[in-house]
């Protein structure tokens, strides 16, 4: 495994606009573009995922983990805007670094929040121009597909609320004719309410007639994002790349 790490993928140069690229010992090979948990003030992009991603290159993909900006500095829907750059900024420049097979976006808890984000509001993604099938799936870990408990707190409403409006992943489910195969992945003893939000999800996707083939799931059983440090969600992240 090759590391190459702190690079800067913001326009704005902003200290939290760094990712860490971590390539496997091969010349061509699928890239993740990881957004770690946290709630969106906390985290970080090299603590805790260090079993993932040996899991993860040792198999022969290239794992980039990106930092965004974070509350209380940040203000929705920075920290989304600041994804889509990042992937930009890999779809632009993983050339460098050797051939990139394909572009998948992920996350964990806040991250898959804002993986879901990135996959059904296309307005994020869009200014990078990326052609179609270039981005070859998407894994969303125990995001909250409702608008994001800390969004409500940013607009003064109470966090346990489950609003639906343009910052909720739900929302947007339905404007594109077609997605790319994505996983979804929740505990049986997640955060409040998180569980049942994930089968809403899955259901609305069902109801919007979404090929299901393309569409996995996974039920962890433990708290929230447990499996998240050990190579169990190396190990889950494999088997979607190999798959799709």
């Known amino acids: 495994m090759r590391v190459i790490e702190n690079i800067c993928y913001g326009k ?27 709630g969106i003030e906390a985290g970080d992009k090299a603590k805790g995922y260090q079993e993932t991603i040996k899991y993860v290159t040792d198999h022969g993909y290239c794992f980039v983990s990106i930092n965004y900006r ?55 993604l869009a200014p990078y121009k990326i052609p179609q099938g270039v981005i070859k799936g998407y894994i969303h870990d125990a995001g909250q597909p409702t608008t994001h408990f800390n969004v409500l707190r940013e607009r003064g409403i109470d966090s346990r609320r489950v609003i639906i409006d343009e910052a909720a992943p739900l929302y947007h489910i339905g404007k594109a004719i077609e997605y790319p195969p994505m996983m979804f992945i929740v505990s049986d003893n997640d955060m409040a309410n998180r569980y049942e939000q994930t089968q809403l999800v899955l259901s609305t996707m069902k109801h919007f007639g979404y090929d299901e083939s393309k569409i996995e799931y996974r039920l962890m059983h433990g708290t929230h994002c447990h499996y998240v440090r050990t190579d169990v969600f190396g190990k889950i992240v494999c088997e979607f790349l190999e798959k799709f």
């Open 12 to 38: 704005a140069q902003h200290p939290e606009q760094y990712l860490d690229i971590y390539l496997p010992d091969k010349d061509s090979f699928k890239v993740l573009v990881y957004m770690h948990g946290g």
């Open 70 to 124: 974070m509350y209380p500095q940040a203000v929705y829907p920075e920290f989304l805007r600041d994804g889509a750059e990042a992937v930009g900024w890999i779809y632009k420049n993983i050339s460098e670094y050797g051939n990139c097979e394909g572009i998948y976006i992920g996350g964990s808890s806040a991250g898959g929040y804002m993986s879901m984000m990135l996959c059904f509001d296309d307005k994020y």
